[in-house]
């Protein structure tokens, strides 16, 4: 046995339960089922646990049975049967006269209802996006694959600024930049097929990909097609020919279903963008433009005409009859004159067109993977009309298709979304983005300012974590994606510069001077380790940097990657394959000024990472017995970093007394796996 000191009361350290497999089995449920649930204490410590069952009212206790137990710990155990309504608990760990409340945030008292753990019969995660190795593609800036489908410079006006093809594929980006065209499309990530999956990629978001005149196309243009600007276009002529003629809106929607169908042959699976609380004014529900007034065969547009029957699809301030044709009074989101709001609460005919969007491209012949959702917060007027769509929606979706997926772009408090009945979970800002730039740079996420009290701040990062994931059910935290950057924000190596600056007052060189490779490389071991789906945005991965939007939409650097980045992003991808960082559960270990450290645990694999975010070399003495590591147990090192490199050498270290003395040097990462479990991935110890 590890001697631990004189124990006089609970010992805290080791108490522990989660929503994973070790700790509730099955994970999700349905309602009638049996779930076993199960809770770890240290070794003949304490008297009793209570499994404590709540509702909003009230409140049962019932005491759980110790079933076995080994060298360091006891494990106690219940059974319980759920209905149809979620269930909610919490433990109780007596000793004596002393108590203590366990629950999500751990052995931190009773913090209120959000902060329990819960089960919800019937909310089920798609399988294969928990854990899922995503890449986000920016469609017109990935790979040009056909350049007869390229926007044409002049091909039309947008925001009074011609179209522009760019026919330099390493021209900089410009400040106003939405109507240049670098010509990337679907073709071009056809091609590159094989390096996604040679990187380990298991799924890709597409950013918009739907008729749109922006190269970002969250100004929707027509819901029902694939632009022929990514896909094919059969028929040529102006803009208005090339975007809104059923050939070649016919011959697109095919390109993109055999598109999903090579990608599905390759292993890969395919999300898309939904932009459902705002569209664009060229929407030919619309029509500011007149795009389709011209080519005709299409209903006037609620700009073109009082009578139109899209007229209820927006909001209009002036409602008299002579404010047609070009009533410009429609309700902006964020006063943008391209980004008219849907007004779904007068339109029930608006809600159910939406809802057919939706079921249409997860079911045949698309049979795309999923949806990410545009500001799914902000749809709607109203909270309660905002929750009674998304309730909808997912009806719709899941039962065209049970295995897509359904996540949101949301900042803030996810909470009332994640409750089984709305969104399967979201892009991770709060609880990994966020919390992971604060403790790497300093930097805020667009690089627009410092925070010196949170760079480096261990105690800060953990608090943000746990209190942010507690908006989450367990298979929504393992379904997040976690990102470092993407189309919103600087790239992560930009931040690591830690200098506060945009596009327009920096310049673009100044986004790639002073990186520090140490901290980005700590960043990419984070994410392949943190519970959740990583999701690399195209070029991260190659070294690409950029200040935020559109800095961050640079075309992907084809000849010119950072070749050591590259290969240790493959690496990463690999060892986050492992089951430990796939599923496992996760334990802080320790938390310090510019030092962090942090345990993975599933069945018999445990795995744990020391991050050194400082200038100086650090030394820590970690308690691996926490992660049940004995002093027999080897763990090994699979992976270090530093500011120059990464080496995978292995390491192998032997705990003493159940800690392990750790030497961290500035700006580096380590890895370390107890290999005495499933070893099915060896080969990762000769990469």
Same mark, same amino acid.
């Given at each position: 046995?590890?001697?631990?000191?004189?124990?006089?009361?609970?010992y805290?350290e080791?108490?522990?339960s $989660? *929503?994973?497999?070790?700790?509730?089995?099955?994970v999700?449920c349905?309602?009638?089922?049996?779930?076993?649930i199960?809770f770890r204490t240290?070794?003949?410590?304490?008297?009793?646990?209570l499994?404590?069952?709540?509702d909003?009212?009230?409140?049962?206790?019932?005491?759980?049975?110790?079933?076995?137990?080994?060298?360091?710990?006891?494990?106690?155990e219940?059974?319980?049967?759920?209905?149809?309504?979620?269930?909610?608990?919490?433990?109780?760990?007596?000793k004596?006269?002393?108590h203590?409340?366990y629950?999500?945030?751990?052995?931190?008292?009773?913090l209120?209802?959000?902060f329990?753990?819960?089960?919800?019969?019937?909310?089920?995660? #798609?399988?294969?996006?928990?854990?899922c190795?995503?890449?986000?593609?920016?469609? $017109?800036?990935?790979?040009?694959? $056909?350049?007869?489908?390229?926007?044409?410079?002049?091909?039309?006006s947008?925001l009074?600024?011609?179209?522009?093809?760019?026919? $330099?594929?390493n &021209?900089?980006?410009?400040?106003?930049?939405v109507?240049?065209?670098?010509?990337?499309d679907?073709q071009?990530?056809?091609e590159?097929?094989?390096y996604?999956?040679?990187?380990?990629?298991?799924?890709i978001?597409?950013?918009?990909?739907?008729?749109?005149?922006?190269?970002h196309?969250?100004?929707? @243009?027509?819901?029902?097609?694939?632009?022929?600007?990514?896909?094919?276009?059969?028929?040529?002529?102006?803009?208005?020919?090339?975007?809104?003629?059923?050939v070649?809106?016919e &011959?697109?929607?095919?390109?993109?279903?055999?598109?999903?169908?090579?990608?599905?042959?390759?292993?890969?699976?395919?999300?898309?963008?939904?932009v459902?609380?705002?569209?664009?004014s060229?929407?030919r529900?619309?029509d500011?433009?007149?795009?389709?007034q011209?080519?005709?065969?299409?209903e006037?547009?609620a700009?073109?005409?009082?009578d139109?029957?899209?007229?209820?699809y927006?909001?209009?301030?002036?409602?008299r009859?002579e404010a047609?044709?070009?009533?410009?009074?429609y309700?902006?989101?964020?006063g943008?004159?391209?980004?008219?709001k849907?007004?779904y609460?007068?339109?029930?005919?608006?809600?159910?067109y939406i809802?057919?969007?939706?079921?249409k491209?997860v079911?045949?012949?698309?049979?795309?993977?999923?949806?990410?959702?545009?500001?799914a917060?902000?749809?709607?007027h109203?909270e309660?009309?905002?929750?009674?769509f998304?309730r909808?929606?997912r009806?719709?979706?899941?039962?065209?298709?049970?295995?897509?997926?359904?996540?949101?772009?949301h900042?803030?408090?996810?909470?009332?979304?994640? @409750?089984g009945?709305?969104?399967?979970?979201?892009?991770?800002?709060d609880?990994?983005?966020?919390?992971?730039?604060?403790?790497l740079? *300093?930097?805020e996420?667009?690089s627009?300012f410092y925070? #010196?009290?949170?760079?480096?701040?261990?105690?800060?990062?953990?608090?943000?974590?746990?209190?942010?994931?507690?908006?989450?059910?367990?298979?929504?935290?393992?379904?997040?994606?976690n990102?470092?950057?993407?189309?919103?924000?600087?790239r992560?190596?930009t931040?690591?510069?830690?200098?506060?600056?945009?596009?327009?007052?920096?310049?673009?060189?100044?986004?790639?001077?002073?990186?520090n490779?140490?901290?980005f490389?700590?960043a990419?071991? %984070?994410?392949?380790?943190?519970?959740? &789906?990583?999701?690399?945005?195209?070029g991260?991965?190659a *070294?690409?940097?950029?200040?935020?939007d559109?800095?961050?939409?640079?075309?992907?650097?084809?000849?010119?990657?950072?070749?050591?980045?590259?290969d240790f992003?493959?690496?990463?991808?690999?060892l986050?394959?492992?089951?430990?960082?796939?599923?496992?559960?996760?334990?802080?270990l320790? &938390?310090?000024?510019y030092?962090?450290a942090?345990?993975?645990?599933?069945?018999k694999? %445990?795995?744990?990472?020391?991050?050194?975010?400082?200038?100086?070399?650090q030394e820590v003495?970690?308690?691996?017995?926490?992660?049940g590591?004995t002093?027999?147990?080897?763990?090994?090192?699979?992976?270090?970093?530093?500011?120059?490199?990464?080496?995978?050498?292995?390491?192998?270290r032997?705990a003493?007394?159940g800690?392990?003395?750790?030497?961290m040097?500035?700006?580096?990462?380590?890895?370390y796996?107890?290999?005495?479990?499933?070893?099915?991935?060896?080969?990762?110890?000769d990469p």
């Amino acid at each position: 046995m590890i001697n631990l000191g004189t124990i006089k009361g609970i010992y805290k350290e080791a108490l522990f339960s $989660d *929503g994973t497999a070790d700790y509730r089995t099955p994970v999700e449920c349905d309602p009638g089922d049996r779930v076993r649930i199960r809770f770890r204490t240290l070794k003949d410590n304490v008297d009793k646990v209570l499994f404590i069952k709540t509702d909003m009212n009230s409140e049962e206790e019932v005491a759980m049975q110790k079933v076995s137990s080994d060298e360091l710990f006891d494990y106690y155990e219940i059974g319980t049967t759920v209905g149809s309504v979620p269930v909610c608990y919490y433990f109780e760990v007596l000793k004596g006269e002393e108590h203590c409340i366990y629950s999500r945030l751990g052995p931190e008292g009773n913090l209120g209802h959000r902060f329990y753990f819960t089960i919800t019969p019937g909310f089920h995660v #798609p399988e294969w996006m928990q854990g899922c190795v995503m890449y986000q593609i920016f469609t $017109d800036r990935f790979r040009n694959g $056909d350049p007869s489908n390229n926007v044409r410079t002049g091909e039309y006006s947008y925001l009074e600024r011609s179209s522009e093809e760019v026919t $330099d594929w390493n &021209a900089p980006i410009d400040t106003l930049d939405v109507g240049r065209f670098y010509g990337g499309d679907l073709q071009g990530v056809l091609e590159k097929l094989p390096y996604l999956k040679a990187l380990g990629v298991e799924a890709i978001y597409l950013n918009p990909i739907f008729v749109s005149p922006s190269n970002h196309k969250y100004d929707c @243009q027509d819901y029902e097609h694939i632009d022929p600007h990514y896909t094919v276009i059969k028929k040529d002529g102006d803009y208005d020919c090339r975007t809104a003629d059923p050939v070649n809106l016919e &011959a697109s929607d095919q390109f993109f279903a055999d598109f999903v169908k090579t990608c599905h042959e390759a292993g890969i699976r395919v999300i898309i963008d939904g932009v459902f609380n705002h569209c664009g004014s060229f929407n030919r529900m619309m029509d500011k433009a007149g795009i389709y007034q011209r080519i005709g065969g299409y209903e006037p547009g609620a700009y073109i005409s009082p009578d139109s029957i899209y007229r209820k699809y927006f909001r209009f301030e002036d409602q008299r009859r002579e404010a047609w044709p070009g009533n410009d009074s429609y309700e902006k989101w964020w006063g943008n004159d391209t980004l008219p709001k849907l007004n779904y609460e007068e339109s029930q005919e608006l809600r159910e067109y939406i809802l057919s969007i939706g079921k249409k491209w997860v079911s045949a012949p698309y049979g795309v993977d999923g949806w990410r959702l545009d500001v799914a917060a902000d749809l709607g007027h109203s909270e309660a009309y905002n929750h009674d769509f998304w309730r909808a929606y997912r009806k719709a979706v899941k039962e065209a298709n049970p295995e897509a997926v359904i996540f949101a772009e949301h900042y803030g408090d996810a909470y009332p979304w994640l @409750q089984g009945d709305q969104w399967d979970t979201i892009m991770n800002y709060d609880a990994f983005m966020e919390p992971v730039t604060w403790f790497l740079t *300093g930097m805020e996420k667009h690089s627009d300012f410092y925070r #010196p009290d949170l760079e480096g701040n261990g105690r800060a990062f953990f608090d943000s974590m746990k209190r942010a994931q507690c908006a989450m059910q367990t298979v929504s935290v393992m379904s997040a994606m976690n990102e470092l950057s993407n189309h919103d924000h600087s790239r992560f190596l930009t931040r690591t510069n830690k200098t506060i600056g945009r596009l327009g007052d920096r310049g673009s060189q100044a986004a790639s001077e002073n990186l520090n490779y140490g901290l980005f490389s700590s960043a990419v071991v %984070i994410q392949m380790t943190w519970p959740g &789906a990583p999701a690399i945005y195209y070029g991260d991965e190659a *070294g690409l940097c950029g200040w935020t939007d559109p800095d961050n939409r640079r075309p992907y650097p084809w000849g010119n990657e950072n070749h050591q980045v590259l290969d240790f992003h493959t690496y990463m991808v690999s060892l986050h394959k492992h089951p430990v960082f796939r599923r496992g559960s996760w334990k802080e270990l320790y &938390a310090g000024r510019y030092l962090i450290a942090y345990g993975r645990m599933c069945g018999k694999n %445990i795995a744990f990472v020391v991050v050194n975010a400082g200038d100086c070399t650090q030394e820590v003495d970690l308690p691996l017995w926490q992660l049940g590591i004995t002093d027999d147990m080897t763990v090994t090192r699979v992976v270090k970093t530093d500011i120059n490199r990464y080496n995978v050498g292995l390491h192998h270290r032997a705990a003493r007394n159940g800690m392990l003395h750790c030497i961290m040097e500035p700006y580096s990462a380590k890895v370390y796996i107890n290999w005495a479990g499933d070893e099915h991935n060896i080969q990762w110890r000769d990469p």
